[in-house]
């Protein structure tokens, strides 16, 4: 075979595209993945890490109903008329397949997220726990010199480049000035992390998403998977047996004599799409990598394939707050944790109210963008009070120890000693947040939100603090100084994207396939018809159809 040539190739190097290739590989496939930033991993490598995948072995082995109806139940409960009955099956069937694959085969190791509920663990058929994976932590020294390879980790979201992983590390660091043991832990991590930037530049400790990048690239590299950064793919070359290679920027041709696969990562900064498609597109921030601009999209619909728009969002959205820094560089910090803490609430320009915080972040931002006037910017502010933000912290403002004052005097803070001159300063009505807050106190202090419910089902309480009662997630709002941060619409990545079947095949605008063109992750459009039916629904389907992507190309077996 010339060196142009290759069985599949692979544009993109997040969970789905690396899925995609390790799949392949252990096939037999001869496989090049293509990248178009200096390092892989792509918006992955910035993620919480987890993976939707309901009814897998870890999950029967623990003791978990494994049975797909349910799953199936709950997800028509919540897409309604969006439920894509060929690709949710398509889902629901190859994921089992897909952790037990990786799991077993390759160095990509699981951990089951046994106490995890679905995000609407009020709907018939949703999961209380077992429906979610997480990549195993990883050292970062196993990637040898491919280590340099591997994107760094978001600043906003970690401590100083240390990734925190969801559940019993994160508990730690919260309870750390309140319990020997979480101390311990902590301090050792942050120990070891000082150790790994003295020794290497980065930390070596990966977890979350940066553990899953990691480990699936050491499976291609197991499996010989070669590839290509900063490479820019300017076309798909299509004859009348199918795509079958691409033409890069530079002029040469690659060939795929089984196919090519797009895992571009979205069309998260692509300003034209966006434009036609997102709500408020222009206070929109999106949390994907910069290179995530369309290019499967814009690849796939030159030679007829389909767009579809038909979701219900067109992205999977989360409250945003923008971070200054020294010099006039700023970041992005989603606000996944805080919200559902006890003794905060989000309002409005006029001081109230207007969803259930502790929901899913995805429902934050519908909501908030349904609740604001025409006219208006799509804006609300997080409220708590000083011991809210100590114990728990908000945005990127950490809790202690840690120094908080130099938020405040770099303007992404807002402190005031009383709730009057908290909401003037912030532009929200004084009178309005007054009221909002005095009726969140009346019924606060025995654990009740009779507005919205805060508190109310087993997601909400997993997002609160077991050690507040009666509820995890409602505290009163007394403790001077308060504080408040303005948060927007973000997103972490596109819902809306090229039309598939259950194979993963991209449908031309007849809803035929397109002979050996393939596509997986953000590139395509989501099974889930825009909803957000549980933590992990982006990386789920991103691996589940990767892996479904890789084997058929190579083998033809369908889920």
């Not at 939100?449 to 007394?478: H, K, S, W």
């Amino acid at each position: 075979m010339s060196p142009n040539s290759f069985d599949i190739i692979v544009l993109g190097s997040g969970a789905a595209g690396l899925a995609a290739a390790v799949t392949a590989a252990w096939h037999g496939a001869k496989v090049l993945v293509l990248e178009s930033a200096d390092v892989l991993g792509g918006t992955t490598a910035w993620s919480g890490g987890w993976i939707w995948a309901p009814g897998t072995a870890l999950a029967q082995a623990a003791g978990f109903d494994t049975a797909r109806d349910a799953p199936r139940r709950y997800l028509q409960q919540v897409m309604g008329n969006h439920f894509n009955a060929e690709r949710v099956d398509a889902f629901l069937g190859a994921a089992p397949a897909m952790v037990d694959f990786f799991h077993n085969h390759t160095s990509v190791q699981f951990d089951l997220g046994g106490g995890i509920p679905d995000t609407y663990s009020h709907v018939s058929g949703a999961g209380m726990g077992g429906r979610s994976v997480i990549a195993r932590a990883y050292d970062g020294r196993g990637l040898k010199r491919d280590i340099r390879l591997l994107r760094l980790p978001l600043r906003e979201t970690t401590f100083h480049g240390m990734t925190i992983q969801a559940g019993a590390d994160l508990r730690s660091f919260l309870t750390m000035t309140r319990n020997t043991s979480s101390f311990l832990h902590a301090t050792k991590r942050v120990l070891h992390h000082t150790r790994d930037l003295a020794l290497h530049g980065r930390g070596m400790d990966l977890r979350n998403g940066a553990a899953l990048a990691a480990r699936l690239m050491r499976s291609a590299l197991d499996l010989g998977v070669a590839w290509h950064v900063n490479t820019t793919v300017t076309a798909l070359l299509r004859h009348a047996n199918g795509v079958d290679g691409v033409q890069l920027a530079c002029g040469r041709i690659l060939r795929a004599r089984k196919g090519v696969i797009l895992a571009t990562g979205g069309y998260g900064h692509d300003a034209a799409r966006r434009a036609t498609s997102f709500p408020r597109d222009d206070e929109h921030r999106s949390l994907s990598v910069p290179t995530a601009q369309g290019t499967g999209a814009a690849l796939a619909t030159a030679i007829g394939a389909q767009f579809d728009q038909s979701a219900a969002a067109p992205a999977a959205y989360c409250p945003v707050s923008v971070v200054p820094y020294p010099g006039g560089s700023s970041g992005v910090f989603p606000h996944i944790i805080d919200r559902g803490k006890p003794g905060l609430v989000g309002v409005l320009a006029n001081g109230r109210r207007f969803c259930n915080e502790g929901l899913g972040y995805h429902d934050y931002v519908t909501a908030l963008l349904d609740a604001t006037p025409h006219g208006q910017p799509a804006q609300s502010w997080l409220v708590c009070d000083h011991r809210f933000l100590r114990r728990y912290g908000l945005g990127i403002v950490r809790p202690a120890p840690v120094p908080w004052r130099h938020w405040q005097r770099r303007g992404y803070l807002t402190t005031a000693n009383t709730l009057h001159q908290l909401a003037r300063a912030c532009g929200i009505d004084a009178d309005g947040l007054a009221r909002t807050i005095a009726d969140w106190n009346t019924r606060a202090a025995d654990g009740h939100d009779p507005e919205f419910g805060r508190g109310t089902t087993a997601y909400m309480r997993l997002q609160g603090d077991p050690d507040q009662g009666p509820n995890p997630c409602v505290a009163p709002i007394v403790t001077p100084p308060f504080h408040a941060v303005r948060v927007t619409p973000g997103s972490f990545g596109t819902f809306a994207g090229l039309a598939c079947d259950g194979a993963a095949r991209v449908l031309d605008a007849t809803g035929a396939p397109i002979a050996r063109l393939y596509c997986a992750g953000a590139d395509a459009a989501s099974p889930f018809g825009g909803f957000y039916p549980a933590g992990g629904i982006n990386l789920g389907p991103a691996m589940t159809f990767g892996f479904v992507a890789g084997r058929h190309a190579v083998t033809g077996k369908r889920p």
